[in-house]
């Protein structure tokens, strides 16, 4: 994996085999990111990075200068690698092992934006629960956005708060925000 923009752009980070991760891809990512370039200055952002895997999100969020990071999982050797590479880089990323659905039900952060790459394998049911805990617990800022990284085979538009979506390739990102009624 790549950092593509910021303090260590074109650093090439290599996560160990074993993990049981699918990251971003470098297109879909640089996508992603040139989305919230026209939203947000990344140096004022404090972000929540659920299902973290190599952590490959978090690291660009960091690069371009996020004020936090939180990065949840639930696998004792992503949280491992987040740290230790957090550590290196000299990165504000806090790893964070736990189910993704129970961090959501207690912690007490508030974040500008929370991005969430569960497998794409989940069922609708699981993916609701996203944008609901979400924005139930109000984890979210005013003007924060949730973002869904899926299949472009799972359609979450009829969910509550969702925004838009956009997809790239085999990837699509699903955006919720406080603005979109809640149906």
Known sequence: MRIIS???KGRRLVAPKKLPVRPTTDFAKEALFNI???YYHFSELTVIDLFAGTG????EFASRGAVSITSVDGNY???QFISKTAKELDFAINAVKSDVFKFLEKVKLEADIIFADPPYDFSDEQFAQLPKLVFENEL????????VEHSKHTDLSS???F???KKYGGSMFS???WNQEAS
Not at 56 to 59: A, D, E, P, V
């Open 56 to 59: 490959n999100i978090s690291y």
């Open 175 to 177: 955006f919720f925000e």
């Open 77 to 79: 050797g992503c949280v």
């Open 6 to 8: 910021g303090k260590y």
């Open 36 to 38: 919230l370039n026209n």
């Open 159 to 161: 969910l509550p708060y």
């Open 163 to 165: 925004s838009f979506s």
């Open 140 to 147: 979210l800022g005013e003007e924060g956005m949730l973002i």
